[in-house]
């Protein structure tokens, strides 16, 4: 098993280092574990002038999966965007394709109390929001800013999609669909924008091919409400890259915090980047209480998608949900009567945990 490790910056560092703990205790001697340490964010500008240096790009490209912290430090908007520490993390993603964003909104029963909807509406939630990764507006060309013929400064980013892109994404997006509960909801705003009417004419098109899966279609604004309103009623989400990005944040806080919540982007096969949800978190870098089960939550996923390991991958779930249940919290997911751990005493749980 070959792995690169970016552990990036702020608290992608703390989380980072608790997952690879856990992922060895999982593995133990029973199987190579070959992990590349490789600098991205600000640690890639300070060990090489660049937030994505080329050595990085190189490890990730000889390495079977990558497990990523977090990239970026507030107040580097002066700095040209593909040079900020932050943009980092979409050039990776660009250059090795990775173009379907996995991000689960996995409500742990023991946390039921920590979020802000009523338990009624959350308990048994899980849901699977699919996010293309590397088109749409975030890529799109044209782009930029300056003055109009009017004289007023002006600014545009073009949202764009191929067919292609789109074909790919929906398959992807069916199969998953395929290993749940067979509901997928493909979200656009095909009522206003051409780009959006091609996506849902191509997932229409895809549907034929799984007749097995069924399939409902939603423009955004009222996805977003249904989310709230009764977030249980979808099995897969599929939508395109800035909608994904919103939606996928505003689903994840149904379950509580954003420190519980990983990812997965994934290119064709099994090759795959790992990493939590959240940011660098500066606020609370550096001070042992950053919550980890995010990050290692990410290794199980990256065990199960890119390594088939399912067995294992299921022993570090089931370890964070036993190390939940034993009432040990970090302060994001703190309730009363619970046991107030730091980073690393969590990863620290897990690791123990996976072993008994
Ligand atoms: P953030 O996710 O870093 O933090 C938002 C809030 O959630 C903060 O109050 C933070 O303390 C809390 N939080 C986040 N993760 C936590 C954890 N594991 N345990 C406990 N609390 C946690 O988002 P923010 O503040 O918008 O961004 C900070 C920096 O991170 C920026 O420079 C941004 O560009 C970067 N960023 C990087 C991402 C990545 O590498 N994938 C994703 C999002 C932001
Ligand atoms: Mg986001």
Known sequence: MKIAVMPGDGIG????????????????????????????????????????????????????AILFGSAGMPGDEAIPFMMRPGASLLRLRKELGLFANFRPAFLFPELIGASTLKPEVIEGLDIMILRELTGDVYFGEPRGSGVNAAGQREAFNTMRYSEPEIERIAHVAFRTARERRRKLCSVDKANVLEVMQLWREVVARVSAEYPDVEVTHLFVDAAAMQLMRAPRQFDVIVTGNIFGDILSDAAAMLTGSIGMLPSASMAAGTFGLYEPVHGTAPDIAGKN?????????????????????????????????????????????????????????????????VLR
């Open 289 to 353: 209480l950053a919550n980890p089960l995010a990050s290692i939550l990410s290794m199980a996923m990256m065990l199960r998608h890119s390594f088939g390991q399912t067995a294992n991958a299921q022993r570090v779930e089931d370890a964070v949900r036993r190390v939940l249940a034993d009432g040990l919290r970090t302060g994001d997911i703190f309730q009363p009567g619970c046991t107030r751990v730091g980073t690393e005493e969590m990863g620290d749980a897990v690791a123990a945990t």
């Open 13 to 64: 560092r703390e989380v980072t280092a608790q997952a690879v703990k856990v992922l060895k205790a999982v593995i133990g001697r029973t199987q190579p574990l070959e992990l590349a340490e490789a600098a991205i964010g600000q640690a890639g500008i300070d060990a090489a002038g660049d937030p994505l240096p080329s050595a990085t790009t190189d490890i990730a490209r000889k390495a079977d």
